[in-house]
Each structure stands twice: as C-alpha cells, then as structure tokens.
C-alpha cells in the first residue's frame, strides 16, 4: 500500500541533491567517528613530587604515556622509574644532567645519552633508543653523534609551554592544537599540568584521540615528522 502510494517521478536534479545530502551525511559522520591518535610526552622526571600523582592520574584514565627521563634524577630515585615502566609505560632518555648538547664535545654527547641508557638498562632491563634534546636544543653534531651510539632523536609537535603556563592556557593549546599522529610535550613536574590533564585527557578522548606510547605512534606510521633522522 505504501509503495503504492509512493511517487517514483523523481526528476533527475532531485535525485542528485538526494545523493549530494547522503554523501554529506556519510562523510561527516566519518569524519568525525575515524579514530585519531596522539602521544604525551613527560620531560624531565622521575620526580618524587609529581611522579606518584602523575602515574595515578594516567592509569585512572587508562592512559600509557611516554617518559623522557633525565639520568641523575633516575639514578636518585630507581623505584620511580621501576614504578613508572611497571605501569605500561614508554621510558626514553632525556640526557644525564639535562645539559645544552649542542655545547657539548662528541665525548660529553655520547657520555649523556649512554650512561643514561646504561642505568635505565641496570634498573628496569630494557634498551631504550629514543632520546630528546634538553630545551629542545641540537644540530647535527647531535644528531650524528646520537645515531653512532644507536639513538635516534625525537621532538614533539604540540607544546603548551605547561612550565611557565597556567592550567587552562595548557588544556586550551593542546586541545586546540592536537592533530591524529601529534606528539604532546608536557613536562613531570609542574602542579599546573597535574590540573589540566584529566581534563586535557577527557576532551580528547571525547574528539576520538586514542592515546598511545610514542613507539606505538611511530610503528603506525605516525608522528614520523618529529623524529631524527628521517629515514
Ligand atoms: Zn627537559
């Protein structure tokens, strides 16, 4: 009866404006279901008052995180680190004492990335090959240097400068500014970042970011653009 009654004369620019609204609709809701991914970053830990926060806040929100950690603090406090990978998470290496590696001699280069290595490899037993340059600080030298001994550098592509910033000036630069494949620096230490990360973590999680470990990132082909050298 229903068909009956249904009028098929549809005329040609009918029809291509039906097909223009699915299209539309389909491409719309694609957009925004396809599942993007991100990787935060934390510099500069471990650190006995931030770390133990921080771990609570990434495992209440079912989040693996990547940590650059700096030698002399991993060696101050080992069980910060054990705690850290026991979780799930990504250790790379941030140099041993957080230096300018581009004042640096070859030897002084090589000494930074190596006996951080050495120490994580003592403490937890796994063989890290990432590293990122303090204060985002490098040049070729360091580049060549680091990849002689096995390293490759990283950087990131979002940075809420979240050492000098206020909470809510860190959850809006990264909300604004997380693309699928971005890297976020943020730092394991400031009380600011504390505040704005379940926050940060909720809305991206709500715009369908998955959160991965940089290695994770990098193995899906993404966030390539911040590492070095490009190969
Ligand atoms: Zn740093």
């Known amino acids: ?62 989040v693996k995180a990547t940590f650059f950690v700096v030698g002399k603090m991993v060696k101050k406090y080992p069980e910060l680190l054990k705690e850290i990978y026991k979780r799930g998470h990504q250790v790379a290496v941030h140099t041993y004492n957080h230096r300018n590696l581009t004042t640096l001699s070859t030897s002084e280069i090589l000494s930074e990335l190596l006996r951080t290595k050495i120490l994580i490899k003592q403490i937890i037993g796994i063989d890290t090959y990432l590293f990122t340059p303090p204060g ?14 096995g390293f490759r550098m990283a950087l990131w592509s979002v940075f ?22 971005s890297v976020v620096l943020l730092h394991n230490g400031p009380p600011d970042t504390l505040d704005a990360l379940p926050k940060i973590i909720e809305k991206l999680r709500a715009r369908g970011f998955k959160f991965s470990t940089l290695s994770q990132l990098l193995a899906q082909g993404k966030g390539k653009h911040i590492v070095y050298p490009r190969n």
């Open 1 to 62: 009866m229903l068909l009956k009654n249904f009028n098929w004369n549809f005329k040609p620019q009918k029809l291509k404006t039906i097909f223009l609204i699915i299209f539309l609709f389909c491409s719309t809701v694609f957009l925004f279901s396809a599942e993007k991914d991100i990787s935060l970053t934390f510099h500069d830990g471990p650190n006995p008052n931030s770390t133990p926060q921080l771990l609570k806040i990434l495992d209440d929100a079912n």
């Open 136 to 149: 985002g600080r490098y040049n070729e030298k360091v580049i060549e240097t680091a990849m002689s001994c």
């Open 160 to 181: 809420p400068e979240d050492h000098r910033n206020p909470s809510p000036i860190i959850y809006e630069k990264v909300v604004t500014n997380s693309r699928d494949g």
